[in-house]
């Protein structure tokens, strides 16, 4: 018998060792799959009403609630997150968005009567996909692990998640809810893991619908793999998002919002606003507010409640982003804050301030690709039509917003930018009653919302011969 491989967590503040989580094997995979599909072929959960299932998910979520301070302060441990975020976006978030989700079921049509063209009646008839493998990043563990799953199980399906290293750890205790909850045996599965875990759940031709969240270039990946078996798939991935900022906006408000927009969690969000375009005339003003708005965040210890900023996730993470900040300094952009890893008084940990880039172009690399971290970069434009240009200049598509005095005017910007989701006056909020997604790069399908349920059911129509 081969040994069991182990995932070593370590702590992104201290540097510490945190705990050994055993990679599931092969065989594991493979277990679950089989169970899921038991659970969805020949099991009661997909024949369940919708009714009977919403009971049970608003039964579940009690328990959540209930367990949402031990998982913030697990979440702190695993990825820094300050535990007032972890609290309120990480843990809160999710349990505000499970009753949503169930709301949502309870006034969706599961079946529908048509009149045909032919004269028979078509009765339409909402099924649950099957089985489904929800492949989440670290970032928001929690918050898209609940945007997956819930849903998905509201749909009948029966869920195997495969959670990201660095926060294997929540997802197993997320999975002992489940079970403490009464759902069936097999209905839903954890398989902590590497990439490895992900390849052969992605690849296995026992599920039926993959749902990731993650970058780009894995996203493609995932995607290939389920056209093997044209296995269905949803994908949430990277995102350059563009702050526009008319020039009739208020440099004090629009600080404010980009910072809460762009730099929760260090800056590793999907949907962060990370290019300020700002009307050229005005820049300084801009730059300034700004400036003034990030030089005074706290970052320190994330365990801490006047923390406002923690480290990065790892150290892999943390050079990426100091890598970033060189490569936009040798392309002729300007740091105005930041620029460097350690706060005074931090010794250790994989930590970057954050940073501040002005006198930057669209066409440099700080302005293209996706940092994932707490850097912004300021980009002068003149006249609307210039800011629209840039904001549309980009190969994602997830997110981005518009800044101004005039609502009506930003509805009108809004209406230009080819993203999947917008903001006026705010970022993107994540609204559980509205649909979630990219175009372009950022990937394709929805979560959250009607939409977000509708991806996990499939369309069946049964024609009624006419006087049958």
Known sequence: MRPVEHLHLVSPHSEEHLADVPISTPEQIDAAVSAARTAV????????????????????????????????????????????????????????????????????????????FFGADIHVH????????????????????????????????????????????????????????????????????????GERLVGHPGVDKVSFTGSTAVGKAVAAACAANLTKVSLELGGKSAAIILDDADPATVAAGVRSASLSNSGQICNALTRILVPAARQAQFVDALAAELDGIKVGDPTQKDTQMGPLVNRRQQQRVLDYIRIGQDEGARVVVGGDSLPEGIDRGWYVRPTLFTEAQNSMRIAREEIFGPVLTVIGYTGDDEAVRLSN????????????????????????????????????????????????????????????????????????????
């Open 41 to 116: 072929d020949t099991g009661a959960w997909s024949r369940t009403s919708p009714a009977e299932r919403i009971d049970v998910l608003r039964r579940f979520a009690d328990l959540y609630k209930a367990r949402g301070p031990e998982l913030a302060e697990l979440i702190t441990a695993e990825i820094g997150a300050p535990i007032t975020f972890a609290k309120r976006a990480q843990i809160g978030l999710p349990t505000m968005m499970i009753g949503a989700f169930c709301d949502t079921a309870a006034a969706y049509e599961w079946q529908e009567v048509r009149p045909g």
């Open 126 to 197: 909402k099924e649950p996909v099957g089985v489904v493998a929800a492949i989440v990043p670290w970032n928001m563990p929690q918050f898209l692990t609940i945007a997956k799953v819930i849903p998905a199980l509201l749909a009948g399906c029966a869920v195997i998640i495969k959670p990201a290293p660095e926060t294997s750890l929540d997802a197993v205790q997320l999975g002992s809810l489940f079970r403490e909850a009464g759902l069936p045996d097999g209905v839903v599965s954890v398989l902590p893991g590497d990439a490895g875990v």
């Open 393 to 468: 200049d980009s190969g994602y598509g997830l997110a981005g917003s518009v800044w101004t005095a005039d609502v009506e005017r930003g509805l009108g910007i809004a209406a230009r930018i080819k993203t999947g989701t917008f903001g006026v006056n705010q970022g993107y909020t994540m609204d559980p009653f509205a649909p979630f997604g990219g175009v372009k790069d950022s990937g394709y399908g929805r979560e959250l919302g009607r939409e977000g349920l509708e991806g996990y059911l499939e369309t069946k129509s049964i024609a009624v011969a006419a006087g049958a």
